[in-house]
């Protein structure tokens, strides 16, 4: 059973940064490709970022462009999203999704083709 536990997430000002952590309890998060989503009150859960089983190929929303980093750690299973420039509308529930059966090249942006979700971890931004 694969699981996702997210954490750093937290209150900060607008213009702050956070980072995010997904650590999944798996072999090896390269098999997998991963990515984060977000949910905002009342809103439909969002694409933010995903990245390749390699690691070396990385997509995101536009919103988030420029602002956001997704990176993985292989050696510690667990997968990053370095928040800089934040805006109050960032405001969200954070959520990490993992697939298996990728190529190793590919990212995914659609939400339903994860397989395993975890249970997120809220992030507000205050102006």
């Known amino acids: 059973q694969v699981q996702l536990v997210e954490s750093g997430g937290g209150l900060v000002q607008a213009g702050g940064s956070l980072r995010l952590s997904c650590a999944a309890s798996?072999?090896?998060?390269?098999?997998?490709?991963t990515g984060w989503f977000r949910q905002a009150p009342g809103k439909e859960r969002e694409f933010v970022a995903s990245?390749?089983?390699?690691?070396?190929?990385?997509s995101y929303a536009d919103s988030v462009k420029g602002r956001f980093t997704i990176s993985s750690d292989n050696a510690k299973n667990t997968v990053y999203l370095q928040m800089n420039s934040l805006r109050p509308e960032d405001t969200a529930v954070y959520y990490c999704?993992?697939?298996?059966?990728?190529?190793?090249?590919?990212?995914?942006?659609?939400?339903?083709?994860?397989?395993?979700w975890g249970l997120g971890t809220q992030v507000t931004v205050s102006s």
């Open positions: 798996v072999r090896a998060i390269s098999d997998y490709v």
């Open positions: 999704a993992a697939r298996t059966r990728a190529n190793t090249w590919m990212t995914i942006k659609t939400l339903s083709y994860y397989d395993y």
């Open positions: 990245i390749s089983r390699s690691g070396g190929r990385t």
